[in-house]
């Protein structure tokens, strides 16, 4: 086998690992993504459909590309000095890169949450609402509570902060506070919802409580998810994507690739061989 | 004077008790182990030696003078018993016995009163040297007898050193407290003659009273109002140019300028804090003034020559480096995580700047101001060469006024008598000021700090 297979598509992965449900759509597409930072590269031709309401996992030694990858599907690196992106990623078929698309209505569309949780120097409530009063999506307070409540209710945090949404956001725990940037993050109602390592600053409790959360997300999201750890994304997530030196090395079913990777790279770094 | 010989003498005991310290130390250690290490005991042993004289120094910087002065006065002339008359008679033996003014006859003082100061400051020093050694010689062998293989000399340096430390911070403590108590008192004998209402809620401030009998002046009114509001005129019009100003420039540096805009125009506007302030009186009364005062003419306003606008106007350009260079680097202290995850949001970056970005740095934005606002009511020269020192009260920003500065400055400018309440004004003007902006700090620390608890 040489080189990578360069279109991966959910219904050849559907043939190969034979299963009888229906192939997922897809929400997200990269097709020969190359960044730079400065004279750098980056990502080289990275080729990735993201499948709608699935969690995909990107996997992969540390700079290997792959939160720059997730950086660039809400166009976040457009804040880094000296980046530069070049290929096409499509949202619904859009190009995020066409002139016609805001960038402030491509963020609302497709959230992110960080590596460190960074809640705003806010209120519970506040940080919650900040996404809806910025958009307008209220048109009374009413409607604003209830937002809120709701979100944070789906981040699974609504009962414990629920008689203190006064006070400030810093003052939770860590994962309590990732939850609060995940619930932040869902209040927009995004269609995409990007995670950056989202658990590598929590504890173990902490972090089994996210993954509960994004496996109940992903009905009514489609969430990209960056991992160091392996065992995560294999837990969590429907499609894997293996990240090495820039390139997407492979891309599949995330049992397949846990268990039956086609290439030599993707072999070595899942069975803990490098990495 | 002895003191560099003594100094030195002092300094050199200092390095060779941590030297003969170190050395018994590091001998002890070839025997057992040492608690500390070596360097300790030396500097353990350094301390002792060089403290005490030090302290013996202090003593006799304070004293001796003082009593030197006493012996000679006492055993000389004994002077017409007037004290006015014995403490000019003293400063003249002082300055001959210290070579600043030639002898001659018929001065008032004797030759022997000289001779004897002189006499007796060398026996000052000279037993100051020997005080010195002395007890830097006790200290060095109490150190050195306690040098032992399980003597903790870590913790015995480190206790003398946040001694030395407390001492440190009580010294500007307790400057600030001599200032504060001359103050309050110097403005007590100006209240003993001015009730405290008359100055505290007069609205009349002429203090030209005469202060001999055949000076012609007027009877004298001590009310600070039309002071305090010329300032807080003046330091308001000066914070309406420089808050804005400097905000919007330091959100300019910090959020959008290239590294490179940001390496040239940072140190230039820094530039505009390094120029003296009676440069930008200069500007004020030679260019702004006239200015204001023309345009006023155009549009047929009557305005002085010398307005509360102009001063105004001219402070604030001074103080904008103060509230953007501030502002700046706390603006750039919030962190990019927070602002990654509003602009991740959807948020534009002026939505983000509004209302993440500021609030977080708002505490340090307050300080910025208050600093700012703490020069404005301080600066005297703008004031002075701008504004006037006519103690008009009005609320008219076209009218010349003063301020509480100003007025200090030209109470106490030329002869004075020292009891005259017209220079005891003064004080009183100064202890109000200094309550004033205490109070304005204190009021902004809880401000700060509730914003704080609200976060």
Known sequence: MVGKNVNYSFETMHLEASQNTTPPRVKMEAKGVDVYYGDKQALEKVDLPVPLNRVTALIGPSGCGKSTFLKCLNRMNDTVVGCRVTGSITLDEEDIHSPTVDVVQLRARVGMVFQKPNPFPKSIYDNIAYGPRIHGMTRDRTELDQIVEESLARAGLWNEVKDRLQEPGTSLSGGQQQRLCIARAIAVNPEVVLMDEPCSALDPIATARIEELIDELCNKYTIIIVTHSMQQAARVSHYTGFFHMGELVEYDHTEAIFTNPQQERTKGYVTGRFG | ?455
Not at chain 2, 226 to 241: D, E, N, Q, W
């Open chain 2, 1 to 455: 004077m002895g003191f560099s010989l003594i100094g030195t003498v002092l300094a050199i005991m200092a390095v060779l008790g941590f030297l003969i310290g170190n050395q018994r130390a590091r001998g002890l250690a070839r025997a057992g182990r040492l608690h500390s290490l070596p360097r300790y005991h030396g500097v353990f042993v350094a301390l002792w030696t060089a403290l005490p004289g030090l302290l013996m120094i202090i003593l006799f910087a304070v004293f001796s003078t003082g009593m030197i002065n006493s012996m000679v006065m006492e055993n000389g002339q004994g002077g017409a018993g007037d004290p006015h008359m014995l403490a000019v008679e003293l400063n003249k033996i002082q300055l001959i016995a210290e070579g600043r003014m030639p002898f001659q006859e018929g001065m008032g003082v004797s030759w022997d009163s000289v001779e004897r100061m002189k006499n007796l400051h060398r026996n000052a020093d000279i037993l100051a040297l020997f005080c010195v050694i002395a007890v830097g010689v006790v200290g060095f062998l109490y150190a050195l007898r306690r040098i032992r293989t399980d003597f903790r000399a870590r913790q015995e340096v480190e206790r003398i050193v946040r001694v030395l430390l407390v001492v440190a911070s009580s010294v500007s403590i307790f400057i600030t407290l001599g200032i504060v108590l001359s103050l309050i008192f110097e403005a007590l004998r100006f209240f003993a003659v001015v009730p405290v209402s008359d100055f505290i809620f007069g609205l009349q401030w002429s203090p030209q009273t005469a202060i001999r009998a055949d000076q012609v002046g007027g009877s004298g009114s001590f009310g600070a109002i039309p002071l305090f509001a010329g300032t807080l005129m003046i330091t308001g019009i000066s914070i309406l140019v420089a808050a804005p100003v400097g905000l919007f420039c330091a959100i300019y540096l910090s959020e959008f300028a290239s590294p490179n805009v940001r390496g040239w125009v940072k140190p230039a506007l820094e530039i505009l804090a390094g120029i003296p302030t009676v440069v930008y009186g200069l500007f004020a009364a030679l260019i702004v003034a006239p200015a204001i005062s023309d345009f006023g003419g155009q549009i047929g306003l009557d305005i002085a020559s010398e307005s509360a606008l102009a001063a105004g106007l001219v402070m604030g350009i001074m103080i904008i480096p103060f509230v953007s260079s501030l502002s700046d680097d706390v603006i750039n202290a919030v962190p990019q995580a927070i602002r990654d995850g509003s602009l991740a949001m959807g948020a534009t970056e002026a939505e983000t700047i509004r209302q993440v970005v500021l609030p977080a740095a708002l505490p340090g934005i307050v300080g910025a101001l208050l600093l700012a606002i703490s020069r404005a009511v301080g600066e005297t020269m703008i004031v002075v060469m701008a504004a006037g020192l006519a103690a008009n009260l009005t609320a008219n920003p076209l009218q010349a006024m003063t301020t509480v500065t100003v007025q200090i400055v030209t109470l106490l400018v030329g002869d004075q008598e020292f009891d005259s309440p017209k220079t005891l004004a003064a004080f009183a003007l100064g202890l109000t000021l200094f309550f004033v902006t205490l109070i304005l700090n204190i009021v902004a620390l809880g401000v700060v700090k509730r914003y704080h608890e609200k976060q």
